[in-house]
């Protein structure tokens, strides 16, 4: 009987995912997966243009990753474009479910629960996050990044291998941002880490550079100090310390506020992961936080990356628990877009930046040192 109503409480709650996910496509459809597609399709199969001047028809929008995505993309070259969707949906799927498993298997695992049962609960509820079905519906490739990173420090850099740190210079040359995870290399004196990381993210770059040298060139010369080409910073769905002050009247200062403000994160992250350097999971959550709250521009699907913060505080029990039901609910329950449009100050201060004010409390808030990082190694079979 029990057995009973956890599958059928599990089929209703794929239900309602489903539900919120196609809801999500319908106003979402799969926006950037056609920029991708576009841009690779004109780059590798158009006339020779130069790949960062095109944008796709009636919108601002281009391609915006370092030549080394351009290459990882290449299989979009020769694809229909809904078959590139159905990879990209599964691809989600698959990393979103990878990482529940890395980083709450423990808990799900040590509290006595149905694995299965509560491991399923877990999934469904990461899927149904905002950041996560905006991934999954814009077409994104958020959570493959993250996989890739966490993979990286949970068995590479948390157990010393001799391989740690690749996978974050690998997702570095991908997409600049996860390069933050260097930085915490470096921090915590990880140097053979951080070294690998470095080389491994100059090599894709300089490979991409010998097959591209025309598009390497116009990146990172031209292209990557052009912020407009991502969107407009003070655009509500940008939810970085950039994109808040771009929100507030502070023209004249806005770019001198921001660097004090880079500043004061980064010092104040520093010392947090510095008194507690074995700790590599808390390491991956509070750097996965400092990243969204540090890039010019984090639209709401970067902020998956806040999920390995949200697993740790609830894990944690106690105000932390509390926490992270609290931003998991007010972050998905799109609040946040209440204010898209409609000036409320002094509320859309408030409401208009959720993400911000939840990602600095995780920056604050987020345990350290409360579980060693080899947990995540256990290999327990999932049970019922």
């Excluded at 281009?62 to 078959?83: E, K, N």
């Excluded at 159905?86 to 298997?105: E, H, I, P, S």
């Excluded at 609960?121 to 890739?148: H, S």
């Excluded at 628990?321 to 408030?350: F, G």
Aim: proline fraction near 5%.
């Amino acid at each position: 009987m029990k057995r009973n109503r956890q599958i059928a409480t599990v089929v209703v709650l794929t239900l309602i995912t489903v539900g919120i996910v196609v809801l999500a496509a319908r106003r979402n459809g799969f926006f950037d997966s056609k920029v991708y597609y576009g841009a690779i399709q004109y780059w590798f199969r158009g006339d020779g243009g130069m790949v960062y001047d095109w944008l796709r028809p009636g919108t601002p929008y281009g391609f915006t990753y370092p030549p080394f995505a351009g290459l990882v993309m290449l299989p979009m070259a020769y694809l229909p474009f809904w078959p590139v969707v159905v990879l990209a949906c599964l691809g989600t799927v698959l990393t979103t479910a990878l990482l529940v498993w890395w980083l709450a298997g423990p808990m799900i695992r040590g509290r006595g629960w149905t694995v299965w049962y509560a491991y399923a609960i877990a999934v469904l509820v990461a899927l149904a996050f905002e950041p996560v079905r905006e991934t999954f519906t814009f077409g994104q490739v958020n959570t493959l990044l993250l996989a890739v990173v966490a993979f990286d420090m949970l068995f590479g850099v948390a157990k010393d291998s001799r391989w740690a740190g690749v996978g974050i210079g690998l997702a570095t040359a991908i997409k600049l941002t996860p390069g933050v995870f260097i930085l915490y290399l470096l921090v915590t004196r990880r140097w053979r880490a951080a070294a690998t990381s470095i080389g491994a993210a100059a090599a894709a770059t300089l490979l991409a550079a010998a097959i591209f040298p025309n598009e390497s060139r116009e990146f990172w010369f031209s292209a990557l100090r052009d912020t407009n080409r991502v969107g407009q910073l003070h655009f509500l769905s940008n939810q970085s310390e950039r994109g808040f002050l771009a929100r507030l009247p502070l023209d004249a200062v806005e770019a001198q506020v921001w660097l004090v403000c880079v500043v004061v994160t980064l010092g104040f992250w520093a010392w947090r992961v510095a008194r507690s350097p074995q700790d590599v999971i808390g390491g991956l959550a509070l750097t996965g936080v400092l990243g969204c709250l540090l890039s010019p521009v984090t639209w709401i699907h970067h902020c998956v990356w806040l999920i390995p913060a949200l697993i740790r505080c609830f894990e944690h029990g106690g105000r932390q628990r509390t926490l992270a039901i609290a931003a998991y609910l007010l972050m998905t329950s799109r609040l946040t877009w209440l204010w898209e449009n409609r000036p409320r100050p002094p509320l859309e201060i408030l409401g208009g930046n959720t993400y911000v004010w939840f990602s600095l409390a995780l920056l604050i808030w987020t345990p350290l040192g409360t579980r060693r990082s080899s947990d995540v190694h256990e290999t327990d079979k999932i049970t019922t």
